[in-house]
């Protein structure tokens, strides 16, 4: 233990005994197993925090071999003002907000919950874009939700994560939708309370495009852990991501991060990036509203074809570089709620086991399925 308070983790800045994640100690001869709990399973640091762990103990005298299982427990947090009850068995909740539309923000939304899927996590995605509900399209599902016997709706499951969209309700497509915002604000707190989610630890919520006063009203009604604001590098789009700063900011949500979409053109030829748009301009920006730039997402042509091929991208095809940009960001943003919500941790439930030799991904904490093995990317 005392070799393990050498080791810090590197997100948090304290050591990881003191961060409650060092869990069964075993010494058998000159064999010393432990078990380190991350508060992730998209953890970006992980392989640093694995090495480090292995080389405090090797400089033990006697220890000769070390025996290292990496879980993860995710740990619930609800940021926002006062009065906001979390919902029951999400231990999160992402707002995925842009300041306008056609930026990517529902391609974003869809990703990065698929990237956490893939990580390990047990994953919701909550379509609250009640003017133009994608999800349905792009998650290639259109099943009716049936009620609970509780009078409650149960999601839709599909690609191994739960959903909820206005457009699995409204079934007849051709009629738009036309809601005041207070209404649509308590559509979604329907939503949010109403559905059988079960147990997820990230419930990514795509919000309708903008920040006007419908946004504000509905963004307010919802308990938040995060925001991220999804832009693309032109100024105009630029501009808008402020005011969705602005808003999230007046509403005490944290900021997870900028995420900077169609930022270049991967040359398929050469690998060079293509910065058609300008460069930098998610970064500058994020620099002078102080919140962290998540990463930039490439354009790919394969795109719009995987949107309506109905099986997100990072599951179609993991190798793209669209795919890599998706990961890493899904990461980042994991570690920055960590790091947000280590101040208000509640640990709950049964830890993710994370087996870096295989698996298959998917949600990891189904008490009936025991601790399944999970893959790492
Ligand atoms: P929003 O939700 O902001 O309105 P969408 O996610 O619906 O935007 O994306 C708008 C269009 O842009 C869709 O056709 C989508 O497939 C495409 N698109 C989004 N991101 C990318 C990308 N990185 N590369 C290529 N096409 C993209």
Redesign the pocket.
């Known amino acids: 233990m005392a070799a393990l308070r050498t080791v810090d983790d590197p997100e948090l800045h304290k050591d990881l005994v003191t961060l409650n994640m060092v869990k069964n100690v075993v010494i058998e001869g000159s064999t010393v197993g432990v078990t380190v709990e991350l508060t992730t399973p998209a953890c970006p640091l992980r392989g640093k925090i694995e090495s480090d762990v292995r080389a405090a103990l090797m400089q033990v005298p006697g220890v000769a071999h070390i025996e290292l299982q990496i879980t993860a427990q995710v740990r619930s947090m609800f940021g926002g003002k006062p009065g906001k009850e979390p919902i029951p068995g999400i231990r999160n909740t992402i707002a995925v907000a842009?300041g306008?539309?056609?930026?990517?923000?529902?391609?974003?939304?869809?990703n990065i919950a698929a990237s956490l899927m893939l990580e390990g996590a047990r994953v919701g995605l909550l379509d609250a874009?009640i003017y133009?509900p994608?999800i349905p399209i792009?998650l290639g599902t259109n099943e009716a939700p049936v009620p609970t016997a509780d009078n409650r709706l149960n999601p839709i499951h599909a690609h191994n994560m739960t959903l909820m969209s206005v457009g699995f309700i409204n079934r007849q497509d051709d009629k738009p939708i036309i809601w005041r915002g207070p209404m649509v604000a308590g559509l979604l707190t329907q939503f949010l309370r109403q559905v059988a989610w079960g147990e997820l630890d990230y419930l990514v919520i795509?919000l309708p495009?903008g920040t006007g006063d419908a946004q504000l009203t509905l963004t307010q009604a919802l308990p938040l852990s995060g925001s991220v604001i999804?832009t693309q590098p032109a100024q105009v789009a630029l501009s808008d991501a402020q005011k969705g700063i602005n808003m999230f900011k007046q509403l005490d949500v944290p900021i997870l991060g900028i995420i900077e979409?169609?930022?270049y053109y991967p040359n398929p030829a050469t690998g060079e990036k293509v910065y058609i748009f300008g460069k930098g301009g998610g970064q500058r920006a994020a620099t002078r509203y102080g919140v962290p730039l998540l990463g930039e997402?490439?354009?790919?042509?394969?795109?719009?074809?995987?949107?309506?091929a109905g099986v997100p991208l990072v599951i179609k095809n993991a190798a793209s570089p669209?795919s890599v940009a998706f990961r890493d960001v899904s990461r980042q943003m994991a570690a920055r709620l960590s790091v947000e919500s280590y101040n208000n941790a509640i640990p709950l439930g049964v830890p993710i086991i994370l087996d870096p030799n295989g698996g298959q991904g998917g949600p990891g904490n189904d008490p009936a399925q025991g601790h399944r093995p999970l893959r790492l990317g």
Do not use: F, Q, W
Request: hydrophobic share 30%.
């Open positions: 842009s306008k539309g056609g930026v990517g923000k529902s391609t974003v939304a869809v874009d133009g994608s792009m795509d495009p999804v979409n169609m930022s997402i490439p354009l790919d042509p394969e795109m719009s074809e995987s949107g309506d669209l």
